[in-house]
């Protein structure tokens, strides 16, 4: 059973991803969970913090939408979301598409005068 945590859904815009890649741990352990789902303990193996701090993390990042996680027995898998980072993607795209169109419009501008 895969399922996401409750606010995964219901976070609006990147504003919550943002928060939760701002930390270099999470960072990190995005990156790990980029090669291969993984438990709390191969992820905890990898760093130099506690296993029940890889969980606060990693609930952080559930809770904005990155990371998913399925029960395997007594063992939680956790993944990457598949569309975890389109609020960031999104936001980050109209920012870019808005710059290009000023730009655009300034070069009009300068280009009539």
């Known amino acids: 059973m895969t399922y996401a945590t409750p ?5 609006p815009g990147p504003d919550p991803v943002i928060a939760a890649l701002a930390d270099p741990t999470r960072r ?6 980029g090669t291969a789902p993984a438990s709390v303990s191969a992820i905890a193996a990898g760093f130099p ?14 809770d904005a939408g990155l990371v998913t996680v399925r029960a ?8 990457l979301a598949p ?11 109209r920012l870019w598409d808005d710059a290009l169109h000023a ?7 300068e280009a009539s005068t």
């Open 28 to 33: 990190a352990i995005v990156e790990r969970l």
């Open 7 to 11: 606010n995964a859904t219901s976070a």
């Open 49 to 62: 913090v506690s296993r029940p701090a890889i969980s606060q993390h990693l609930r952080v990042l559930g």
């Open 72 to 79: 395997e027995g007594t063992r939680r898998i956790y993944a």
């Open 83 to 93: 569309d975890g980072a389109a609020p960031l993607r999104d936001w980050l795209d």
């Open 103 to 109: 730009f655009a419009e300034k070069a009009r501008e």
